[in-house]
């Protein structure tokens, strides 16, 4: 993320070739004469070697290993590097890291979402420095004329192992980009790792402590100028006109413009203020007066909209999963349950607010300086927006200030496009707190309608969850088909490990003219809560132990069978609680990986305090057992503000919040003690960054009825009257 100069005159690349079949590109360069040469020039114009587009040599020993994974917090600034130093035998404290910007030659999945940063490029970039380690051991084996198998990499050098003579990197790099890629290079057996696997400092952190890291709301470019964008209170409304007189008086602001917000499906127009300083500009934007066209959204306000789900429950739904025949077994059981479940929409609600710095040069070239999720998907889809090439296209991505799935979508990047390309100058769009709260896209709302029976035997014999919601998919989707089932809404509801004979899971699909979007785990911040809060209510009616009634569930070996013994085992599950305690426990598998969480409370009053959360995450492979840790207790964090503080409410069409004060986090005097476990047996790596999020809102309630014998079934809730 620091700065640098960018010369690719001599760039020319004579061969891309496609190494491993999974679509990664290692590529070569090389230049006249055949001579490999450099191809970046980094700081002070220093002549490159670039082995690979994720690692350049510099002539003077330097290293520099790209992260494609944008940096919010979660740790890719440190573990995506590491994959590649691993292989390639240096440490990070030898290398310079740099973000990418969405460049075309190190692949289309350059972003960050999903808990998919490192999992989905573990075997990718390992094999990146394991290419780049086997083609400078080849070269320094020809040079010294000896066995390639006499040499071996360490420490950024090649050694020869009877001579001890060594040579650098930098030495080699020259003859080792005129070699053949190795198509299946060698990796390293785990147990010599030097890196990954390891409590490892991440590189951005001092950076952040010290203030010298750089985020996008930090970006300065010459001659640059700052907007303020108003756009319609009402989602749904549209522009009539404006009148801007007023805000033109305002001293520093020099021009008012329209400009579009593309989000999904939706485009919004609004009015952005422009002005030699960021005050100017928001006063400009006060100042203004604008007609909009509410179009009959005004009336649209949140108690309706829940009753508008409550009836649709009533409604058959479209089948998501099923096994057995839930109807009749739910029919002829003796011991039947039924319950509802209710989820707010939620904002994201990262430190840092949208902003973004864009200029739009002469001969349409196009500069992007912005903190986002999708590098690739910004350099991808605004060259088609705005007929463009790729060529034409710099994105420079910082150190996001948080993300949570926000940055994922760049509405806000369009804002600043569109005002820079019509005054011709840099520009840096800035959105206020209040526009972060009340414009969304926000997590939708989901309802859940929930059934099940108990046998004869106490065991649990049919599941029913039948999810009501508008859908994320629909929100960015005009040909959204509302005939099928969403296996977005419907997230992990389907694949619980639960051995229950008869299961019908179904969806009911909601309009919305909101914009919707993922958060933090997505739907299973609202489903799990629903779904394991109702297994809590069947062992109940079971007369069981909860833990004990989940693992009758579990006859077969699987990782959720894993998870709930050892977290039975450190939360000492068995162990009796003082009088006035009470003992919760959730687990939750989906796309992005698996986690359990037991809550410990004890009444305090007319409420509960949270005594401690413990958490079992199950990750297969880890690489960086520090960064789990912070991640796990992050969400936590994060799904303790969703379940406690006030979610997003509309009246008159409006959101109801607008900052802080009225859409609280959780502060740290209320941050229970977290103890974090993982299991790492060496399987498939999953997912780290929100998996610990949707089992805290389950397992808290289960605690709180066994704590007060009070069922929680709607969120948000206040946890001091309880």
């Known amino acids: 993320m620091e700065k640098q100069s960018s010369n690719l005159s001599r760039r020319n690349f004579l061969r891309m070739t496609g190494l491993t079949g999974t679509g990664f590109i290692l590529g ?84 960050s979402g999903g808990s998919f940063s490192v999992r989905s490029s573990y075997d990718k970039l390992r094999k990146v420095g394991a290419s780049a380690r086997e083609m400078l051991v080849t070269a320094a084996a020809k040079t010294w004329n000896v066995p390639v198998e006499e040499c071996y990499a360490e420490q950024g050098k090649v050694y020869h192992r009877p001579s001890g003579k060594s040579l650098a990197y930098n030495e080699l790099a020259e003859a080792a980009s005129k070699l053949e890629i190795p198509k299946e290079p060698k990796l390293k057996d785990p147990r010599d790792f030097k890196i990954l696997g390891k409590k490892t400092m991440r590189p951005d952190v001092p950076l952040k402590s010290s203030g010298r890291a750089v985020f996008g709301i930090d970006i300065e470019v010459p001659g640059m100028v700052y907007a303020s964008v108003e756009r319609c209170p009402v989602f749904g409304g549209k522009l009539v006109n404006f009148d801007d007189s007023a805000a033109r008086k305002v001293k520093g602001v020099t021009d008012v413009v329209t400009c579009e917000r593309i989000i999904g499906k939706y485009r919004y127009t609004g009015v952005a203020v422009i002005a030699d300083n960021y005050w100017a500009a928001l006063q400009g934007r006060k100042a203004l007066k604008v007609n909009w066209d509410f179009q009959g959204y005004d009336s649209f306000n949140t108690k309706a909209y829940e009753q508008q789900l409550r009836e649709l429950a009533k409604t058959e739904g479209v089948e998501d999963h099923k096994v057995g025949d839930f109807d009749k077994a739910f029919a002829d059981a003796a011991k039947k349950l039924e319950a509802f479940y209710e989820t707010p929409m939620v904002s994201h609600s990262p430190i840092e607010p949208m902003n973004c710095v864009a200029h739009w040069k002469e001969g349409n070239q196009l500069e992007i300086w912005t903190s986002t999720q999708v590098p690739s998907g910004i350099k991808r889809d605004f060259a088609k927006e705005y007929n463009i090439t790729d060529e034409q296209l710099k994105v420079n991505v910082t150190f996001n200030g948080g993300g949570f799935g926000r940055r994922l979508y760049p509405d806000y990047v369009h804002e600043a496009v569109q005002v820079s390309k019509k005054i011709g100058k840099p520009v840096k769009v800035i959105w206020t707190r209040e526009d972060d709260t009340q414009q969304g896209p926000f997590r939708p709302m989901t309802f859940s309608a929930m059934k099940g029976a108990i046998g004869a035997d106490g065991k649990a014999l049919a599941f029913q969850h039948k999810v009501i919601s508008p859908s994320i998919d629909a929100s960015r989707d005009p040909k959204y088909d509302k005939t099928k089932s969403d296996r977005g809404m419907t997230e992990g509801i389907s694949e619980q490990q639960y051995e229950i004979p008869n299961i019908r899971n179904l969806y009911v699909y909601a309009d919305l003219h909101i914009p919707i979007a993922a958060w933090r785990a997505v739907t299973s911040t609202t489903l799990a809560f629903s779904h394991e809060c109702f297994i809590d209510e069947m062992a109940v009616a079971a007369g069981k132990d909860p833990m004990v009634f989940r693992m009758e569930m579990l006859t077969k070996d699987s990782d959720t069978k894993k998870v709930l013994e050892k977290l039975r085992a450190v939360s000492n599950w068995d162990k009796p609680l003082p009088k006035g305690w009470g003992r919760g426990v959730a687990q939750w598998e989906f796309f992005a990986g698996l986690c359990g969480q037991v809550v410990e409370v004890s009444k305090q009053g007319d409420g509960v305090k949270i005594e401690k959360v413990y958490a079992v995450i199950d990750l297969g492979t880890i690489v960086n057992p520090d960064t789990i840790e912070g991640q796990v207790q992050g969400a936590v964090i994060m799904g303790l503000s969703a379940a406690i503080k006030n979610g997003i409410s509309f009246d008159r069409g409006r959101t109801v919040q607008s900052n802080f004060h009225n859409n609280p986090v959780v502060r740290m005097s209320e941050t229970p003690p977290i103890e974090v476990h993982y299991i790492a047996d060496g399987g498939k790596i999953k997912g780290v960054g929100e998996p610990g999020l949707p089992p805290l809102a389950p397992a808290l309630c289960n605690a709180i009825f066994a704590a007060t014998g009070k069922r929680i079934r709607r969120l948000p809730f206040d946890i001091n009257k309880v």
């Not at 055949?34 to 490159?48: G, K, P, S």
């Not at 350049?56 to 790209?66: Q, R, S, W, Y």
């Not at 600034?77 to 440490?91: K, M």
């Open 28 to 111: 070569l360069s090389y230049v006249k004469g055949n001579i490999a040469d450099a191809v970046v020039l980094m700081n002070d114009a220093t002549e490159t070697y670039e082995l690979s587009p994720y690692i350049i040599i510099e002539k003077g020993g330097g290293i520099t290993i790209f992260n494609t994974k944008p940096e919010m917090g979660q740790g890719t600034f440190q573990s995506i590097p590491s994959l590649i130093a691993e292989e390639l035998e240096v440490s990070l404290d030898q290398v310079t890291i740099k973000q990418s910007g969405g460049e075309r030659s190190l692949g289309p999945d350059q972003f």
